[in-house]
């Protein structure tokens, strides 16, 4: 199962109190209410937790990262993560409770936490590539999705809808292979449409929709970059098995070595010395560090490169190009002849500085983690337009998902 959470919707981590505290070894029945259609979801402790023996670790490790799960939540009960689901609406959950025999014959079970999980998410893992800027017959702006599927329209539309706050116009209209729906925001109309033939697209229906429909492309794209830390460790090994390991030896790779014995501890002083490092501008804050470090991973097309229309770079026209290469070209590290290309990171003394300055490490090695996950050995025979990044923590290469799941989980959970 690929998922994304959603919104946390019971969050009680600093102040866990137990639902049930008896005798029955079953500790009682789980209740919240569904946040999507308000019916109530619940299930036997006892019972979920049996079911939830089923699913995988990888998804365990998932969601005890997400929550940041304590052996302990609670005295004397034991922590455990799952999935529950809504009867109604099939709405999905993702669980932290804690429950255990606290005493002899005696049962308690306490609902820590609950937050939403989304799938839709997969829809744009699959348009990788796929968003295009084009117009249709009648002149209008419009963006194209290729490979898209019919039953993904519906998590797709309040995806959008959702994020930008539309409101639908008219209702949704089921043909022959078609499906499509006008939505709304201050006048502005935008329509979502899908057909077997050309994919989804999604019109600007008026003037004013232009403007709209530009956010909805940059919004798409960013989910695009940043849809890498949406890969479960399924599609990761999935993935893996078509990668070249023999690959990596034959990339040259730019390395940038990062001494964290010499990084500053206060966050603003940090990720200006990272910016310095990796030739990343100069920002204020992880969010603006986080889209230029993306910007790095921008690849520049070779020197004998050609511009063409409708090539696998997929520019939107000439213009376009130039601008791209020009941008990308300022920002990241860059070889001895000036060239950017794949990069390895060598972090030196990591351990030590993390220990000492968790939260700092930590934002820092989420931001490298989103970017590299689902590529972490590189394939040559793939056409990708972004640069391929291996890291080395204090000599250990991490090559792995393993490597940085357990890395990443080991740091959250310190304390
Ligand atoms: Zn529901």
């Known amino acids: 199962m690929i998922f994304n959470y959603g919104k946390i919707i019971i ?25 999507t259609c308000g019916h109530d979801v619940s299930e036997e402790t006892l019972l979920f937790e049996r079911a939830n023996d089923e699913i995988s670790r990888e998804e365990k490790e998932d969601i005890k990262l997400f929550f940041n799960v304590k052996k302990n939540a609670y005295y004397n ?22 429950s255990g025999e606290v005493q002899m014959g005696r049962y308690q079970a306490s609902l820590v936490a609950v937050v939403e999980c989304l799938k839709e998410n997969i829809i744009v893992n699959d348009i990788k590539n796929e968003i295009k800027r084009v117009k249709d017959y009648s002149n209008r702006d419009m963006l194209e999705i290729k490979n898209f599927k019919e039953s993904e329209y519906d998590n797709f539309c309040s995806k959008i809808t959702k994020n930008f706050q539309l409101e639908s116009k008219e209702d949704k209209i089921i043909g022959n292979n078609e499906v499509f729906q006008a939505y709304v925001l201050n006048g502005c109309i935008i329509g979502i449409e899908f057909d077997i033939w050309t994919g989804l697209s999604i019109v600007a229906k008026n003037e004013c929709a232009k403007e709209l429909l530009n956010n909805i492309y940059s919004w798409l794209v960013e989910e695009k970059k940043s849809n890498v830390k949406l890969i479960s460790n399924a599609s990761f090994e999935k993935n893996s098995k078509q990668l070249d390991k023999d690959c ?53 097309p070779p020197k004998d490169y050609v511009y ?47 220990k000492t300055h968790r939260q700092i490490t930590l934002d820092f090695l989420e931001i490298i983690y989103h970017n590299i996950d689902g590529q972490i050995t590189p394939n040559c025979n793939v056409f990708s337009d972004l640069y391929y990044l291996i890291v080395e923590i204090d000599g250990v290469l991490m090559d792995s998902f393993d490597k940085w799941s357990s890395l990443l989980k080991n740091l959250k959970l310190r304390y």
Not at 11 to 31: A, K, T, W
Not at 82 to 98: D, P, Q, R, T, V
Not at 271 to 296: E, M, P, Q, T
Not at 322 to 340: L, T
Request: aromatic share 16%; hydrophobic share 35%; charged share 30%.
């Open 77 to 98: 009960q034991t922590s455990s993560v799952g999935f529950m689901k809504c009867s109604h609406c099939n709405s999905e959950f993702a669980l932290y409770i804690s």
């Open 248 to 300: 990596l030896e034959s990339l040259k790779l730019i390395e940038v070595v990062i001494d964290f014995n010499e990084m500053p501890s206060i966050q603003e002083e940090f990720i200006l010395k990272l910016c310095n490092i990796l030739n990343a501008g100069r920002v204020c804050g992880w969010d603006a560090f986080k889209d230029n470090y993306f910007d790095i991973f921008m690849k520049v």
């Open 11 to 35: 969050d009680n981590r600093d102040n866990v109190q137990p639902f049930y505290d008896g005798l029955s070894m079953g500790c009682g029945e789980i209740h919240f209410d569904c946040s």
């Open 308 to 354: 063409k229309d409708n090539d696998e770079w997929e520019w939107n026209d000439y213009y376009d190009y130039v601008e791209c290469v020009r941008e990308w070209n300022e920002i990241g590290p860059k070889n001895e002849n000036g060239e950017k290309g794949d990069m390895k990171f060598i972090f030196k003394n990591f351990h030590k500085f993390s």
